[in-house]
T-cell receptor, first 112, second 113 residues
Framework: LAKTTQPISMDSYEGQEVNITCSHNNIATNDYITWYQQFPSQGPRFIIQ???TKVTNEVASLFIPADRKSSTLSLPRVSLSDTAVYYC?????????????FGAGTRLFVKA | DVKVTQSSRYLVKRTGEKVFLECVQD?????MFWYRQDPGLGLRLIYFSYDVKMKEKGDIPEGYSVSREKKERFSLILESASTNQTSMYLC????????????FGPGTRLTVT
């Protein structure tokens, strides 16, 4: 599985757009990029996934350049409740047996 | 809504005890997982199961075993608990063909003294 590198922490203010970048230089052809969010004392929650270009849902956008060696999770107009740890995962986990690697994640702290 | 439940939120056990952590999901998911989460290390996969009675080792299976006798239930067993197994344990489940979208339980914080 491709190893991922993310910033350890980020600070932001309410109402700002936050972009968290993940590096995955060894991404394989079949790998997808998936992001999870984890609040304190809870299990991670799936946010978004993509293979290439841009994906958007009601929570976030995911930007993936053509070479797919990195990806950027974009959170529009964050609020205090977006304070959490965000994990970037890379792998082909669509079917059958697989292994998954959650790194240390990026701790986002949103200030008032 | 998918629901993944874990038998305990907090558990305190003594060194050498046999410990059972239970996980139940209600969405008919084929795949189930056990992770442990430690500060600074993220989540590490212990075991996963892709069908009843099937299991595969994850990244850190040593000191653990698992059991999956029914599709909805996946148990993690610590045969002889040790202090280095003090951790947060998280269970997750997903459909076979949607492995990237895992649903997690609330976690069990296990302390071994």
């Amino acid at each position: 599985l491709a190893k991922t590198t993310q910033p350890i922490s980020m600070d932001s203010y309410e109402g700002q757009e936050v972009n968290i970048t993940c590096s995955h230089n060894n991404i394989a052809t079949n790998d997808y990029i998936t992001w999870y969010q984890q609040f304190p004392s809870q299990g991670p929650r799936f946010i978004i996934q993509g293979y290439k270009t841009k994906v958007t849902n009601e929570v976030a956008s995911l930007f993936i350049p053509a070479d797919r060696k990195s990806s950027t999770l974009s959170l529009p107009r964050v609020s205090l409740s977006d304070t959490a740890v965000y994990y970037c995962l890379v792998g082909d986990m669509g079917t059958g047996g697989f292994k998954t690697i959650f790194g240390a994640g990026t701790r986002l702290f949103v200030k008032a | 809504d998918v629901k993944v439940t874990q038998s305990s939120r907090y558990l305190v056990k003594r060194t050498g005890e046999k410990v059972f952590l239970e996980c139940v999901q209600d969405m008919d998911h084929e795949n189930m997982f056990w992770y442990r989460q430690d500060p600074g290390l993220g989540l590490r996969l212990i075991y996963f199961s892709y069908d009843v009675k099937m299991k595969e080792k994850g990244d850190i299976p040593e000191g653990y075993s698992v059991s999956r006798e029914k599709k909805e239930r996946f148990s993690l067993i610590l045969e002889s608990a040790s202090t280095n197994q003090t951790s947060m344990y998280l269970c997750a489940s997903t459909f076979r063909d949607r492995g990237r979208e895992q649903y997690f339980g609330p976690g069990t914080r296990l302390t071994v003294t």
